[in-house]
């Protein structure tokens, strides 16, 4: 019978992503039997057992050195198939949100998508925003699971000492099972982590007036925490930042541990993609902008004056 | 070359939500309804690929009841020169149908209907689900190019761009025969005209059964559910935060700083 939980290991270029850790200490929390892990291509495994992952599936070959849909469905399915899991969990990432549903409908699967918080109650619920996260409610899977899971739910606790058994399994993947080919794959600012798995992210308003302004001011002060930079949407709307970095209703819903709002009124559709994250500073000339009252700390001030004090105290830290 | 665009109706971006009393959803008296905002991507693409001469007829179809036809018409009166058919799928079958029903209803539509090309939004703001797309993708065999920025269609191939995370952009090639979700920056949809709003008044919407599409009544609905959701309820309220008060910008600051590193220890 189907029984514990399998986590889909998301590495970047080898290196195992924080978030896998992220999911492996969950399904070890949850108590619902064996946790191990999948990984698709290269990478070192080494310290999956470490948080508590007693079996690494590696699924390699030419097929996976990057990510397409196709190779990666057959891969996951056949892993699946072998360690016979009643639960699967993935970020909820660019790659997961692609896959999960691929594979739920290939496996007849249920799949839940963005869950924010995971129970055990006799089988896996799990719990998660809609609306853009003006409502919450619970999804309850019949049968396999597939559950990608928004990056920075948990925490990550300390490794243990605990080793996992690598187990490869060969999937029988070729090239053929992918009809998308890439043609290109650019990588931007590789050092910079990704708006909605950043642990620390300084955006920027309307208020910021130009494209220099923000890459003067916004983009330094990120980097003076290793923070990622955001921005609003008539920031983004009006050219000062790429569509990449929107954060809100429709650009990136992101859960960092510090959001830094800069000149940012607080529209509803920014807050849908703000909200959950764990502390939230406002800086804005208006003592009444809506941002304040989801403030963790405010401070009604110009911006201009702010930041780059800000900066200097940050990197004097 | 038939394009396909799904339209959802979801609440305006900057609606109130309530949660109605046994929980099963959202209070939708005072909603006002819009197209999806991601599905808006979608329709923009398939008009002007239709518009460029590039697609030969582009069809909407919308999963959803009757008073989902506003939002169907304003979308046939922004594409009012790609002519678009309209089609809603509607059967008291697909009731309480999961994202694998809602898919499996939807494949069915797609194929019946002849698209080559389907346009969808990345993912719905009301369910926030984004598994549609990928499911009708599998259903129908076909590949899938999700989070798309850019999209390009010549012949029998299309070249997409899409944002896989940490700064990267892979730009995929793709037979044209496929589902493609699309993200924001991919273009910026247009308004209805007058003109276009007066035509789309009298356009006809085709509404397709679950017999008409050659469905099994229990392979759709909330019988056939293998996710099941309820429990709505609103998001636990922040606890209310400090305005940090000093005696200019450099003494708030300094104060800043000290809050986040030892009170809410994040630095
Ligand atoms: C369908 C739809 C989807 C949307 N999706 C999103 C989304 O995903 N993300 C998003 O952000 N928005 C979204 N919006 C837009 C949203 O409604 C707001 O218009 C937008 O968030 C406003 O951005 P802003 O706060 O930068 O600008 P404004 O609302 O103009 O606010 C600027 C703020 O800066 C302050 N300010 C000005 N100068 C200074 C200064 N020198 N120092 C300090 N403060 C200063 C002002 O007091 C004001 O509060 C969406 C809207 C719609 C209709």
């Known amino acids: 019978m189907a029984s514990g939980i399998l986590v889909f290991s998301e590495h970047d270029g080898g290196k195992i992503k924080k978030t896998a850790f992220e999911l492996i200490a969950k399904a070890v929390s949850l108590n619902m039997g064996p946790v191990s892990a999948v990984v698709v291509g290269n990478a070192d495994t080494s310290a999956l057992g470490s948080y508590g992952a007693t079996t690494v599936y590696t699924v390699n070959g030419d097929a996976f050195s990057s990510y397409t849909t196709g190779s990666y469905t057959k891969a996951l399915a056949a892993v699946i198939a072998k360690a016979d899991p009643a639960v699967v969990l993935g970020a909820a990432s660019a790659l997961g949100k692609d896959l999960f549903p691929r594979l739920g409908a290939r496996l007849g699967a249920g799949v839940v998508t963005e869950a924010t918080e995971l129970d055990n109650d006799g089988g896996l619920v799990a719990h998660r925003p809609v609306y853009a996260g003006k409502a919450m409610v619970t999804a309850k899977p019949l049968g396999l699971a597939l559950v990608t899971v928004r990056p920075n739910s948990f925490g990550i606790p300390a490794a243990g000492s605990g080793s996992a058994e690598v187990v490869a399994v060969d999937a029988g993947v070729s090239a053929a099972d992918s009809k998308v080919v890439i043609v290109e794959s650019k990588k931007s600012d590789a050092s910079v982590a990704d708006l909605t798995e950043a642990d620390r992210i300084v955006s920027g308003g309307r208020s910021i007036k130009s494209a220099d302004q923000y890459d003067a001011i916004i983009r330094p002060l990120a980097a003076s925490i290793g923070a990622t930079p955001g921005a609003s949407r008539a920031a983004v709307d009006a050219g000062y930042a790429p569509h990449s970095h929107q954060v809100g209703q429709t650009g990136k819903v992101v859960n960092p541990n510090l959001y830094v709002a800069l000149g940012i009124s607080g529209a509803i559709q920014h807050l849908a993609g703000m909200r959950t994250s764990k502390v939230i500073v406002a800086v804005n000339k208006d003592p009444d902008a809506p941002i304040f009252a989801h403030a963790s700390y405010g401070l009604v001030d110009d911006l201009f004056d702010v930041a780059p004090l800000l900066q200097r105290e940050l990197e004097a830290l | ?267």
């Open chain 2, 1 to 267: 070359m038939k394009i396909g665009v799904l339209l959802k109706q979801v609440p305006a971006s900057d609606s109130r939500i309530k949660i109605n009393g046994d929980q099963t959803g959202i209070v939708t008296d005072d909603i006002k309804w819009e197209i999806n905002p991601y599905d808006e991507f979608a329709l923009e693409a398939g008009i002007q690929l239709v518009e460029a001469k590039t697609a030969s007829s582009l069809v909407l179809i919308s999963l959803g009841g009757k008073d989902a036809e506003a939002r169907i018409k304003d979308g046939i009166a922004r594409g009012v020169k790609a002519k678009p058919e309209a089609i809603r799928l509607d059967d008291a079958a697909f009731v309480g149908s999961d994202p694998l029903g809602e898919a499996r209803i939807i494949a069915a539509a797609v194929k019946k209907a002849g698209v080559v090309l389907l346009l969808t939004g990345k993912q719905t703001i009301d369910d926030d689900n984004g598994q549609v797309p990928a499911m009708v993708a599998e259903l129908l065999d076909l590949p899938q190019v999700t989070f798309v920025e850019n999209l390009e269609v010549s012949g029998d191939s299309l070249i997409a761009h899409r944002a896989m995370g940490s700064g990267q952009v892979d730009v995929v090639k793709s037979p044209v025969n496929a589902v493609v979700t699309c993200d924001k920056g991919m273009n910026s949809p247009r308004f209805a005209s007058l003109p276009g709003i007066m035509k789309a008044k009298r356009a006809k919407i085709a509404v397709w059964s679950a017999a008409d599409l050659g469905l099994e009544a229990s392979s759709v609905g909330a019988g056939a559910a293998v996710v099941t959701e309820g429990a709505y309820r609103l998001p636990a309220e922040r606890p209310s935060g400090k305005i940090i008060e000093g005696a200019d910008a450099a003494a708030k600051v300094k104060e800043l700083v000290r809050l986040l590193r030892d009170e809410a220890k994040v630095l």
